[in-house]
């Protein structure tokens, strides 16, 4: 059974740093493409940053600069460094593993950028 467990999440002040971490189980770790997405209290869920499975990496244009993605093969954990945050990336943060035939989330870890 597949289980994303994300940890790292707090309360930072505006243009400070968090790193969120996903350990991944129960899973190929190496054939899926990491992702992280997150949802701001009343709005959809978003996407944040990608890492495929080939070390293809992207970003969301609000986060662009500021975040960097990373997945440790070894650890089977993939990192969200957050850099100069702002009050607007406020969410829950969720790690996302999307196989060929399968797609998986874990529960969510709380960020919130606030003076």
């Known amino acids: 059974q597949v289980h994303l467990v994300e940890s790292g999440g707090g309360l930072v002040q505006p243009g400070g740093s968090l790193r969120l971490v996903c350990a991944a189980s129960?899973?190929?770790?190496?054939?899926?493409?990491m992702n992280w997405y997150r949802q701001a209290p009343g709005k959809q869920r978003e996407f944040v940053a990608t890492?495929?499975?080939?070390?293809?990496?992207n970003y969301a244009s609000s986060v662009k600069g500021r975040f960097t993605i990373s997945r440790d093969m070894t650890k089977n954990t993939v990192d969200l460094q957050m850099n100069s945050l702002k009050p607007e990336d406020t969410a829950v943060y969720f790690c996302?593993?999307?196989?060929?035939?399968?797609?998986?989330w874990g529960q969510g870890t709380q960020v919130t950028v606030s003076s």
């Open positions: 996302n593993a999307m196989g060929l035939l399968n797609n998986h």
């Open positions: 129960g899973m190929i770790f190496s054939l899926y493409d």
């Open positions: 890492i495929t499975s080939s070390g293809i990496i």
